[in-house]
């Protein structure tokens, strides 16, 4: 399917990442989700909301470097872009116990948009 419309909220600064040095390392918190707005509207929200005893994959918000940006993982990554914002990739993950975002695992950007609020 075309067109479809999905993305994330990031609970955690992207510069948060820097905490553990050079390393790609998962940070962030419970307020991260993931959602699809076309052809379906759904939220994934962490999984801890509803469930206190939470694996280590299941805290596994965001993570990212100078090659890919990651939310959720554990088992698979929930939403991935590489560095140039084009090619990603959506798959299960045990943080937001997630559906895969979109109709196929590997897809192509036609539009990425990226708000802040300070």
Not at 50 to 75: E, K, Y
Not at 91 to 112: G, M, R
Request: with cysteine.
């Amino acid at each position: 399917m075309e067109n479809e419309v999905f993305g994330a909220f990031c609970g955690s600064d992207w510069s948060d990442r820097h905490q553990h040095g050079n390393f790609l390392t998962y940070f962030g918190t419970g307020e991260t989700f993931l959602f699809t707005i076309y052809p379906n509207r759904r939220k994934y929200e962490w999984v801890g909301i509803t469930n206190q005893d939470v694996s280590l994959t299941g805290q596994m918000f965001m993570a990212g470097d100078n090659t890919t940006l990651t939310i959720g993982g554990g088992n698979g990554e929930g939403l991935q872009l590489d560095s140039e914002l084009f090619n990603g990739q959506t798959k299960h993950c045990d943080t937001f116990d997630n559906e895969p975002l979109c109709s196929q695992p590997y897809f192509k950007a036609k539009i990425v948009e990226v708000f802040g609020i300070d």
